[in-house]
């Protein structure tokens, strides 16, 4: 699987975007691009996923840049309850339910 | 439809014990992975089951032993408990769902604290 690189903390002020950037200079072709996040004490949650298109779903976006060596998660419009680690982690579509390689996140705090 | 559920949520043992720790699957789910997650850090994966034969196994010692049961159901056992073993222990199970394939979703996790 390829490496990922997070900023380890960002914040952002209630009702405004959040966007997370995340490196992965070493991705592969069939390597999809996902997003998890922990809210505190609790186990991670699925966001989002893609391989080169954009993708939006009700929780959030994920835009992949054209190269795919990096991509954003945006939260449209964060609240406080979306204050927790978020976790980008690249692996290939076919590894049905194989692990997941967590690296340490980036800690999101939304503030009001 | 309950999502993956973790028994017990909070646990104490002492150095030396062993421990059982337990996981249901989320509905539909045929596959259960877990994790350790210490203070401060990602999670890391110990062990997954499928068919109740281990498919994949992380970088843990023997003292880290799994089962699953016909109805996908798994166990996690630790023997020779470390103080270093104290953490939360996340059990996920994937499968289809809703035609999103191979998800994993994860259960709210067991402390274990070791004395």
Redesign the interface.
């Given at each position: 699987d390829a490496k990922t690189t997070q900023p380890p903390s960002m914040d952002c002020a209630e009702g405004r975007a959040a966007n997370l950037p995340c490196n992965h200079s070493t991705i592969s072709g069939n390597e999809y691009v996902?997003w998890y996040r922990q809210i505190h004490?609790?186990?991670?949650?699925?966001i989002i996923?893609g391989l080169k298109n954009n993708e939006t779903n009700e929780m959030a976006s994920l835009i992949i840049t054209e190269d795919r060596k990096s991509s954003t998660l945006i939260l449209p419009h964060a609240t406080l309850r979306d204050t927790a680690?978020y976790?980008c982690i690249v692996r290939g579509?076919n590894?049905?339910?194989?692990?997941?390689?967590?690296?340490?996140?980036t800690t999101l705090s939304v503030s009001s | 439809d309950a999502g993956?559920t973790q028994s017990p949520t909070h646990l104490i043992k002492t150095r030396g014990q062993q421990v059982t720790l337990r996981c249901s699957p989320k509905s539909g789910h045929d596959?259960v992975?877990w994790?350790q997650q210490a203070l401060g850090?990602?999670?890391?994966?110990i062990f997954?089951y499928?068919e109740e034969e281990e498919r994949?196994r992380?970088n843990f010692p023997d003292r880290f032993s799994g089962h699953q049961f016909p109805n996908y159901s798994s166990e996690l056992n630790v023997n020779a408990l470390l103080l270093g073993d104290s953490a939360?222990y996340?059990c996920?199970s994937?499968?289809m769902d809703r035609g999103r394939?191979?998800?994993?979703?994860?259960?709210?996790?067991t402390r274990l604290t070791v004395t």
């Amino acid at each position: 699987d390829a490496k990922t690189t997070q900023p380890p903390s960002m914040d952002c002020a209630e009702g405004r975007a959040a966007n997370l950037p995340c490196n992965h200079s070493t991705i592969s072709g069939n390597e999809y691009v996902y997003w998890y996040r922990q809210i505190h004490s609790q186990g991670p949650q699925y966001i989002i996923h893609g391989l080169k298109n954009n993708e939006t779903n009700e929780m959030a976006s994920l835009i992949i840049t054209e190269d795919r060596k990096s991509s954003t998660l945006i939260l449209p419009h964060a609240t406080l309850r979306d204050t927790a680690v978020y976790y980008c982690i690249v692996r290939g579509y076919n590894q049905a339910g194989t692990a997941l390689i967590f690296g340490k996140g980036t800690t999101l705090s939304v503030s009001s | 439809d309950a999502g993956v559920t973790q028994s017990p949520t909070h646990l104490i043992k002492t150095r030396g014990q062993q421990v059982t720790l337990r996981c249901s699957p989320k509905s539909g789910h045929d596959t259960v992975s877990w994790y350790q997650q210490a203070l401060g850090q990602g999670p890391q994966f110990i062990f997954q089951y499928y068919e109740e034969e281990e498919r994949q196994r992380g970088n843990f010692p023997d003292r880290f032993s799994g089962h699953q049961f016909p109805n996908y159901s798994s166990e996690l056992n630790v023997n020779a408990l470390l103080l270093g073993d104290s953490a939360l222990y996340l059990c996920a199970s994937s499968g289809m769902d809703r035609g999103r394939p191979y998800e994993q979703y994860f259960g709210p996790g067991t402390r274990l604290t070791v004395t």
